[in-house]
């Protein structure tokens, strides 16, 4: 598994060449572990096997030599071609009367092939066109162009319709360029708190309006089942302090009573985050923006929509180059932002907020993660009565989404 993993990255360096060799060598050196206990069985008879006459493992020795000639395994992936398969083939063969299949499907093609170069030609007549006309306007103002720049701008023109019919029509938004564009806009220009923000190798964007643009904090602890919301805002400005924005971490115990006092008394509340992530591997490359949910419990989702994500609680670690160091995961359950009372300004009215409950990673008997499937196993973190462990940290903390998996035992909770 850590080999496939590790050939699969879009860029590989010496270092992880040199790792792909090694996690192989392990495999080899202990594979005999897996014969002698006669697991490694026969896929028709069912009986146990005693060699490793297996032509992928032999493939798999020229993987790491191949990358310094020929560069990343993963370009020679066929996920493309299968997927082209489907479109191609498998869903057209669908809608025919499954007669005379090899005939139905050329024709198929070759109608699609038709239309598909007409929609080229067309497009780029109509540049050509446009062109002439162009041309024809400017030719007394700019007699002295020359006609190899002229060539030069026909070609990217032609090149950029062509990318236009032919590129993928899945369109990633860059959040970063937006958020950095906020950023150096002059001060008052741009309504408070900034809903679009960027921080490390995450950006963070809300909707402009709420999901709710008031709500009382008891009405919101009844509606979003969060029983210690008061005090956990209380316990939360009271390490703020009046002015400074501090960095935040779990571990603390509760302070403030139930029915603490606060300086105000609604929120404005979010159902849903949208984050984006660089890629790993390559840092000018962006990932696909994903969506965590906080969306309370109603007649379609009894117990709430919420998602889990990865919170930064160490400022000395940052994401992704730490990994799971000096962070931990959570579930989001409450997206908030204060809301200064009438005639008031409050420090925090521009603040947004996020109330998370921890999960706490379960050590294995012989690993830091389960040997079968090599993830951490998780619990939600209690606190000594039995409650969920929760708190309200700035949301830009969250770094990353995460994706959890059931571990399910014997018997399934209904």
């Keep these: 598994m850590d080999f496939w993993y590790l050939a699969q990255a879009p860029r590989i360096t010496s270092i992880i060449q040199d790792r792909i060799k090694a996690t192989l060598a392990e495999f080899h050196n202990h594979k005999d572990k897996i014969t002698d206990e006669g697991l490694w069985r026969g896929a028709e008879s069912g009986s146990a096997l005693d060699h490793w006459f297996i032509p992928k493992l032999e493939l798999m020795q020229s993987v790491t030599p191949s990358i310094s000639e020929l560069g990343a395994p993963v370009q020679w992936s066929a996920d493309t071609t299968e997927h082209a398969h489907i479109e191609v083939i498998k869903e057209p063969a669908s809608?025919?009367?499954?007669?005379?299949?090899?005939?139905?499907?050329?024709?198929?093609?070759?109608?699609?092939?038709?239309?598909?170069?007409?929609?080229?030609?067309?497009?780029?007549?109509?540049?050509?066109?446009?062109?002439?006309?162009?041309?024809?306007?400017?030719?007394?103002?700019?007699?002295?162009?020359?006609?190899?720049?002229?060539?030069?701008?026909?070609?990217?023109?032609?090149?950029?319709?062509?990318?236009?019919?032919?590129?993928?029509?899945?369109?990633?938004?860059?959040?970063?360029?937006?958020?950095?564009?906020?950023?150096?806009?002059?001060?008052?220009?741009?309504?408070?708190?900034?809903?679009?923000?960027?921080?490390?190798?995450?950006?963070?964007?809300?909707?402009?309006?709420?999901?709710?643009?008031?709500?009382?904090?008891?009405?919101?602890?009844?509606?979003?089942?969060?029983?210690?919301?008061?005090?956990?805002?209380?316990?939360?400005?009271?390490?703020?302090?009046?002015?400074?924005?501090?960095?935040?971490?779990?571990?603390?115990?509760?302070?403030?009573?139930?029915?603490?006092?606060?300086?105000?008394?609604?929120?404005?509340v979010w159902y849903?985050?949208?984050?984006?992530?660089?890629?790993?591997?390559?840092?000018?490359?962006?990932?696909?923006?994903?969506?965590?949910?906080?969306?309370?419990?109603?007649?379609?989702?009894?117990?709430?929509?919420?998602d889990t994500a990865i919170l930064q609680v160490d400022a000395h670690h940052e994401w992704p180059t730490s990994g799971l160091t000096g962070h931990t995961v959570v579930d989001v359950h409450l997206i908030m932002c204060p809301v200064s009372p009438r005639g008031l300004q409050l420090v925090w009215d521009d603040c947004l907020l996020v109330y998370v409950q921890r999960f706490d990673m379960v050590p294995q008997q012989q690993a830091d993660v389960d040997l079968a499937t090599r993830l951490h196993v998780l619990k939600q973190a209690t606190h000594a009565s039995g409650e969920f462990l929760g708190d309200i940290f700035p949301l830009d903390q969250i770094k990353s989404y995460t994706h959890l998996v059931p571990h399910f035992g014997e018997a399934t909770d209904n």
Excluded at 122 to 127: F, I, P
Excluded at 214 to 234: V, Y
Excluded at 285 to 293: G, H, K, Q
Excluded at 294 to 303: F, I, L, S
């Design 95 to 268: 809608t025919t009367n499954h007669q005379n299949y090899d005939t139905q499907i050329c024709c198929y093609l070759d109608c699609v092939k038709r239309c598909w170069l007409f929609k080229t030609a067309t497009h780029l007549s109509a540049l050509s066109d446009a062109d002439n006309t162009h041309d024809q306007n400017l030719a007394a103002e700019d007699n002295g162009a020359e006609d190899g720049d002229m060539n030069m701008a026909d070609d990217e023109d032609a090149a950029a319709i062509l990318k236009d019919i032919w590129s993928s029509r899945c369109f990633v938004p860059d959040l970063f360029s937006i958020a950095e564009r906020l950023r150096t806009t002059l001060p008052g220009s741009v309504p408070q708190p900034v809903h679009m923000f960027s921080l490390g190798a995450t950006a963070l964007h809300i909707n402009h309006q709420p999901s709710i643009k008031r709500i009382s904090i008891d009405k919101a602890a009844e509606l979003f089942d969060i029983l210690d919301l008061r005090g956990a805002l209380a316990d939360y400005l009271g390490r703020e302090g009046p002015h400074a924005r501090n960095f935040h971490s779990f571990g603390r115990q509760r302070c403030s009573p139930p029915d603490a006092h606060l300086p105000f008394s609604d929120l404005q």
């Design 272 to 306: 849903k985050v949208c984050l984006q992530q660089k890629s790993y591997h390559n840092s000018s490359s962006l990932e696909p923006v994903f969506t965590i949910n906080a969306h309370p419990p109603d007649r379609t989702w009894k117990y709430g929509h919420h």
